[in-house]
């Protein structure tokens, strides 16, 4: 729906909720939240007395915020001028909560990270780097801790509050100092570094009693909201002409960071159930009832669509501390690369847990196969950002792509000792992240002057942020440089893993990058192919989705006695069982640590949901 001209967004309710009405949305998956609220906002900047510094419009994924603004442009509705730095001007509080709060707020702040919590625990003696990739750290727990009492409104100082952040117990194991005196010297820490956290981009507009200061209010996605984001919005509401709220209270599923279906149900406005599903399928959707209908009643929704659906067991993925990870191979079927050779790169693959996820993202890799996975993953896949950020991965694996094949010849018959702007050369330029990582990985005995001179460069490479040419590249390299790194796969043999002991780049990443650069030709650019947990995919969508059942030991015991936690996983498998828009694969028994969630009788299920497609004139 997103191509969509405004006058073709079928707004429901339109008749009886005008632009001008401040309504909630609730809306099913794929029935178009953000479209129908972007075609409400659409009426009232085109057909009432409003202008676009009149909205403002807050959501939970930064995608998002730029697929709004791209769209209002597209309808006239923004100067497409305003894309280039829609941060400023009267597009400034169209983005995520965190940004368009932290603009409320007056902006200009430096955020805590890695490194200040790194220093501030080695400061009280507390452990704060991994043994393993899936070690939780008593220094990880600690901040988890604190992050989840700040985002629930609970104060880390009191007993009772830390009582109630669902890391507390592991915390409490792995370091039994005082909780309370560590939180207020964390305070001081960062009032002398001059920072605050994260989630204090929130906390400052309440605190100071700022609002955006706009007519129009729009809060998408807002089955995600923390209490600290339902807290923020619903003072900002107080103080808008126009409201939505656009959610589905099917969707929460973040219960374990404080999110919870009441936010949306306590909005006191006149609802609007957006009763036409655009993506998911007959049959999909009658699996995904199923499921829901454990502990919800499933809402009422039109389906327009057919697609298949299958249900069989998964080749095994086996993981060791001391071997890593066993997985299938390529070739085998239904291998995570058997499926994306048989239906396509438009394919997610969706797991319970970011461990399954590390596994299936082992398997694509022996491929070569690019993918896409979380921020919260513990290993980086193979994406590229909007303004040329990208992990070091993809910027060795790019930057190797790019000078690939260059020899002698193409420095215009001059060797290696001089450029000219007529040779083969000239047309290819290094993004900064990518010119800076090869720097950085390349032998010290192939560059023209020291690892630490290197490293200088390559970090003025990246704040000049300007692109690097292979002519501008030759002044720091030998010319065996030339020979060396433009062999493609051959050349990762030749980097340098971990320079000066600041990179990211590890032995996994090597073994990634010898398979991908066989595979694939050129730069990554888009990625379609996707690694994520049922979390994490919230909002997405794909052709192909393939669904591994499986809960952890610790889900199941939660389930099994409490009935919040019974809900919340249905409502997580629901999400995942609607994202794909042609087909839908579970796969079972593929991770032998996890135990079964999903019914048996799915199959079933989709051949009711087909029935219902011929009946409906939908399936022949």
Known sequence: MVDLELDDVNLTGIDEYPPDSSVKLNGPPGTGKTTQSAGRVGRLLRDYDYEIDDVAWVTYRKSLAKDTLTRLAAWGLVDSSELANPSEGPTRYIGTFHAVANRVAGGDVDVAGYYDQQDFCKKWNIRFQKRSPWDEPPGELLFDTFYYCANNLLNPTKTKDLNKAPMIDDLRNKWQGDIAKVWQDWQDYKETKGLIDYYEMLLRPITKQQTPNRDILVVDEYHDATPLMAKLAEYWADDAEVVIFAGDPHQVVNSYAGADPDFYERVDLPEVLLDKTYRVPYEHWSVAERVLNQAHDPPQVERTTTGSFSDGTSPSFRYSRDNGWDVPEPSEERSPVWFVEKVGKDTMFLTRTRKQADGVAKALEKAGVLYQTQNSMKRDGWQAGDRGEMNTRTAVYNALQKIEGLRPGDFNGHGLGEYTDTSRSTNIKLDPPEAAALLRHTRVDNLAQSRDE??????????????????????????????????????????????????????????????????????????????????????????????????TGQIQDEISRDADARANECRTWYVALTRASKRLVVLRDGFEWMHSYLPNNLLDMARDGYEQAKNAGVAA
């Open 454 to 551: 290197t490293t200088e460069i390559a970090q003025e490479i990246r704040e000049l942020e300007e692109k690097t040419t292979v002519g501008e590249l030759r002044q720091y390299v030998e010319d065996e440089f030339w020979t060396t790194y433009t062999t493609g796969a051959r050349a990762v043999g030749e980097l340098a893993k971990n320079p000066a002991g600041r990179s990211s780049l590890d032995t996994r990443d090597l073994e990634a990058l010898k398979p991908a650069l066989r595979r694939n030709d050129g730069p990554v650019g888009q990625v379609e192919t996707l690694v994520y947990t049922v979390h994490a995919s919230k909002g997405t969508e794909a052709a192909n989705v393939i669904v591994y059942d499986g809960i």
